[in-house]
């Protein structure tokens, strides 16, 4: 079993930063595979970046360049970055773990189906 915590979401104006962080126990860190997915009411989840315990990092298209996600091994933590936030970001944003999908098929990469621990969430807002 693994237990996420997220925190760091809050409301900013267009063009501002966020760090979020997520904490993980329950199971050594170094062996997970860790996402971040948001979510919008009414919306399906999407995900928006994953870090690979093999090293491998990949985002989706619409935050490419403006978030970056990183890991601190001996925290335990998995941070996203996110500058130069626009409104559209605005969403719950949930950090995912352990990877159950083929790491060679990408398509799978970003299916909440694959992962299987979530945490709660925490809330992004942007807005003037």
């Known amino acids: 079993q693994v237990q996420l915590v997220e925190s760091g979401g809050g409301s900013v104006q267009p063009g501002e930063s966020l760090r979020l962080s997520c904490v993980a126990s329950?199971?050594?860190?170094?062996?997970?595979?860790m996402a971040w997915f948001r979510q919008t009411p009414g919306a399906e989840r999407e995900g928006v970046a994953l870090s690979f315990s093999d090293g491998r990092i990949s985002y989706s298209d619409s935050v490419k360049g403006r978030f970056a996600i990183s890991k601190d091994i001996a925290k335990s933590t998995v941070y996203l970055q996110m500058n130069s936030l626009q409104p559209e970001d605005t969403a719950a944003y949930y950090c995912?773990?352990?990877?159950?999908?083929?790491?060679?098929?990408?398509?799978?990469?970003?299916?909440?189906?694959?992962?299987?621990?979530w945490g709660r969430g925490t809330q992004v807002t942007v807005s003037s």
């Open positions: 329950g199971r050594a860190f170094s062996d997970l595979s």
């Open positions: 995912a773990a352990y990877f159950v999908g083929n790491f060679n098929t990408p398509s799978g990469f970003f299916d909440p189906e694959n992962y299987r621990y």
